[in-house]
């Protein structure tokens, strides 16, 4: 396995005319091609910012994220962009998905804006869709779908265009048992495939499925344990 994505010494704080609160405290971690890891805890213990961080939608005060070996921050801009465009897919626990679009569309639409033509965009889209279980319902529109169903074409717009680095943040907060334990499966055959899958998760599903689930304490790792994917 190779680290498609390297965290380094990294540190986050906000501060208010009372406190100074660091969100995220010193973390390191490596994430490997085939690893599925479920990072936990409770709320305020700096999961989202974790997660915000690896994306590079925010920067750290200190530390470094690597994206197969380019660093977010690097001084040349547009390779540190193109890392994190082209390499990073982001999931949140809403699917954010533009209801006027069917779902190819959706998929299609960050292609559409890095310049790839219509035709090519869309081919990739339905390919994607077909690969998280939604061959078929390509010109479904939103409004026509299960929660599942979007949350899986939300999956599908993160990895379109061949990204292998898969961030999600409580992917399955909006959806029942049945459709959560489906989800979490279907993360843990896209990172058996060669993706790495990272999700900060409540739920107690996410460390059944996970090769490697990682409790979050105050802003810093609490401890690792590893689990059977599928257990």
């Given amino acids: 396995m190779s680290h498609l994505l390297e965290?380094?010494?990294?540190?986050?704080?906000?501060?208010?005319?009372?406190?100074?609160?660091?969100?995220?405290?010193?973390v390191t971690l490596t994430l490997s091609?085939?690893?599925?890891?479920?990072?936990?805890?409770?709320?305020?213990?700096?999961?989202?910012?974790?997660?915000?961080?690896l994306a590079g939608l925010i920067e750290p005060d200190e530390g470094s994220v690597l994206v197969d070996g380019t660093e977010l921050r690097s001084a040349d801009v547009k390779g540190a962009a193109e890392a994190r465009l082209r390499r990073i897919g982001v999931v949140f626990q809403g699917d954010n998905l533009l209801a006027e679009l069917s779902a190819w569309e959706n998929v299609a639409l960050p292609l559409e804006v890095s310049g790839v033509k219509a035709?090519?965009?869309?081919?990739?889209?339905?390919?994607?869709?077909?690969?998280?279980?939604?061959?078929?319902?390509?010109d479904r529109r939103p409004a026509e779908m299960s929660g599942?169903?979007?949350?899986?074409?939300?999956?599908?717009?993160?990895?379109?265009?061949?990204?292998?680095?898969?961030?999600?943040?409580?992917?399955?907060?909006?959806?029942d048992s049945t459709n959560s334990r489906?989800?979490?499966?279907l993360l843990a055959q896209l990172a058996e495939?060669?993706?790495?899958?990272?999700?900060?998760?409540?739920?107690p599903n996410c460390r059944n499925y996970a090769s490697r689930s990682i409790e979050m304490v105050d802003g810093h790792f609490e401890g690792a344990e590893v689990g059977a994917a599928g257990s």
């Fill in 7 to 26: 965290a380094r010494g990294l540190v986050k704080t906000y501060s208010s005319p009372v406190e100074t609160i660091r969100a995220v405290d010193g």
């Fill in 33 to 53: 091609d085939g690893e599925f890891v479920c990072l936990y805890g409770a709320s305020g213990s700096g999961k989202s910012t974790l997660l915000h961080l």
């Fill in 119 to 138: 035709g090519e965009a869309r081919r990739d889209a339905e390919e994607t869709l077909a690969l998280v279980g939604l061959a078929g319902l390509a």
């Fill in 148 to 175: 599942g169903q979007r949350q899986r074409v939300g999956i599908a717009r993160a990895l379109v265009g061949g990204r292998r680095v898969l961030l999600a943040d409580e992917p399955t907060g909006s959806l």
């Fill in 182 to 185: 489906a989800l979490f499966e």
């Fill in 193 to 203: 495939a060669g993706r790495a899958v990272l999700v900060a998760s409540h739920d």
